[in-house]
């Protein structure tokens, strides 16, 4: 914790371009026969340096078979939101789990990337217990603290429940639990994002664990049992307002959900509600030259209207986690 907040979040994408470059860069190494440990390199990025462009430090993990995919930061521009009381956290830890093995390292970059070391482990039994969730995927830091999605359920193949999204404490790094509290028809989970402003988050989805772990099964392709709907949410009520079936069908080389083949584009134009009433998401999808009838929405003042491709983007998006470059926010 920090008496100001820390100098590399911004309020905007302005002072994001105009604050000073990052000096180092952060990118995950691979073991893929898993025969070695996979490790985290930190990359010096500063013009002029004279270990520009080389890796100056690895931190090697005490495993082997974690299978590294995303990773994210403890803490960013999205703590200066109003929905969060983080305002004074410091950008220090990067948070990595492994996909395939459930685990969750923390590293420490301070008090220089040079010196980064293994700051804590969460081991698999602890995220099992605590969400029912497995296959930890995407990570980003938002209002509650620190949003890890995954892709299994849970059991040992990930097939028993749903996957979804947990919470870590930002500070101590303790598993929270799940995130969802009405999760409507999700079934399969991939990535997600939001509008803080707005307050809605949209998540998509891809296949379960037996889906993908030994590559892709050619019979569930065909058959359509790969996630091929998006998913938007009131964030902080964390409901599932609606959800939409973008109709993938591998034999008419239709779009899907963002995990799986997508083809579709739909754009947002956020708009607040008269009297913070929830708010629901209102969608015209456009793909392959075919319109889908808007959802209705009945007399809901607060709803979110989408609109099609001439539509005005929409507001300037809180950024979560983009580890390895400038953390900032971004126009969506």
Not at 155 to 172: A, K, L, Q, R, S
Not at 253 to 259: E, F, I, K, N, S
Request: hydrophobic fraction near 30%; glycine fraction near 10%.
């Amino acid at each position: 914790m920090t008496m100001r907040p820390d100098p590399t979040f911004h309020a905007s994408p302005k002072l994001a371009m105009e604050a000073p470059p990052e000096n180092f860069a952060y990118t995950l190494l691979l073991s893929p026969d898993f025969s070695k440990p996979d490790a985290l390199a930190v990359i010096d990025v500063k013009p002029g340096s004279p270990t520009f462009s080389q890796i100056v430090h690895t931190v090697t993990m005490p495993n082997k078979g974690d299978e590294f995919h995303h990773f994210g930061w403890n803490a960013c521009s999205s703590a200066l939101s109003p929905l969060t009381g983080h305002a004074f956290l410091e950008r220090r830890f990067l948070i990595i789990p492994g996909l395939r093995s459930s685990r969750i390292y923390i590293v420490d970059t301070r008090p220089d990337p040079t010196q980064a070391k293994i700051h804590k482990v969460i081991e698999p039994e602890e995220v099992f217990k605590k969400t029912g969730y497995s296959r930890p995927h995407t990570v980003h830091c938002g209002p509650e603290g620190i949003y890890v999605s995954t892709l299994g359920g849970g059991g040992e193949d990930g097939t028993d429940g749903p996957p979804g999204v947990f919470i870590m404490d930002c500070e101590t790094f303790d598993i929270l639990g799940r995130w969802e509290i009405d999760r409507g028809p999700q079934k399969l989970h991939y990535d997600f994002w939001w509008n803080l402003p707005r307050d809605y988050m949209v998540t998509s989805e891809w296949g379960l664990p037996p889906q993908f772990e030994n590559g892709i099964v050619p019979e569930d392709l065909l058959s359509n049992k790969y996630g091929h709907r998006i998913h938007f949410w009131d964030l902080r009520a964390r409901r599932n307002v609606q959800t939409i079936d973008l109709g993938a069908n591998p034999s008419d080389g239709a779009g899907g959900a963002p995990g799986a083949r997508s083809r579709s584009r739909v754009r947002l134009l956020g708009r607040r509600g008269r009297h913070n009433e929830p708010r629901r998401i209102d969608l015209d999808l456009v793909a392959r030259g075919r319109q889908v009838p808007r959802r209705e929405n009945g007399d809901d003042p607060g709803r979110v209207g989408v609109q099609g491709p001439a539509a005005t983007p929409p507001a300037g998006v809180w950024c979560s986690a983009a580890t390895g470059h400038r953390h900032r926010p971004f126009h969506g």
